[in-house]
């Protein structure tokens, strides 16, 4: 991960270093994620079921950052350094009780697309990947017994979507698909769960772009 992060960087100095055609900008905003993932059964070490973990709702997420965008002809070349932050509620229920809790995870990442696309007058069409790097998390499940966190340093999703240029303002509509089943991290006594689905996110975003 270190060796990608400083890839990156390498790059976006590099960047920075061409000619005119090169704008910096500033961006924020907000996102929704769609999950509609089965519950799972996590065991104790005898092999019993003790808890049932369900999602209870995904909520809205926010990011802001900064971007740099290259203009080569009609071609953009669109880098992005996001910090994300996103929070899950989860129904659990303990299987030996039948008791029933919501807790809450909260999530901090640093968000790297890396965008291509056109315009078509003030419309700007752009797809690309996109890694996430794990920063950091705060969680209720730690409550439990037994629950632990293992989190991926590096997760790759891809992202497309439209934009408006109003003059330095830029306005974003873009869906986002990751590649990694959601709750990858989950690790109860030992053993390892994830959910069945990837997770998927619509987000908007404003950016005001400098120099334009």
């Known amino acids: 991960m270190k060796k990608s992060i400083l890839f990156l960087l390498v790059s976006f100095f590099a960047l920075t270093s061409l000619p005119a055609q090169i704008k910096l900008g500033v961006k924020v905003g907000g996102s929704t994620t769609s999950l509609n993932a089965s519950q799972i059964n996590l065991f104790n070490q005898g092999g019993l079921k003790e808890l049932q973990l369900a999602l209870a709702d995904a909520n809205y997420g926010i990011h802001g950052g900064f971007l740099v965008q290259v203009k080569l002809g009609g071609l953009l070349i669109q880098p992005e350094f996001l910090f ?12 030996n009780t039948l008791i029933t809790q919501i807790k809450t995870e909260k999530y901090q990442y640093l968000d790297i697309p890396v965008l291509l696309g056109f315009k078509l007058g003030p419309l700007r069409l752009m797809a690309g990947p996109e890694a996430h790097v794990y920063l950091d998390n705060t969680s209720g499940l730690l409550d439990f017994d037994g629950y632990r966190q293992d989190f991926d340093e590096l997760t790759l999703a891809w992202m497309g979507g439209v934009g408006l240029d109003l ?14 089943n959601f709750g990858s991290h989950i690790n109860f006594k030992g053993n390892s769960y994830s959910f069945d689905e990837r997770p998927s996110r619509w987000l908007f975003s404003v950016s005001f772009l400098l120099g334009k």
Do not use: A, H, P, Q
Not at 84 to 95: A, I, K, P, Q, R
């Open 84 to 95: 994300n932050s996103n929070s899950v509620d989860y129904e659990v229920t303990d299987l």
């Open 167 to 180: 003059w330095n303002i830029m306005l974003d509509l873009r869906y986002e698909g990751n590649l990694t």
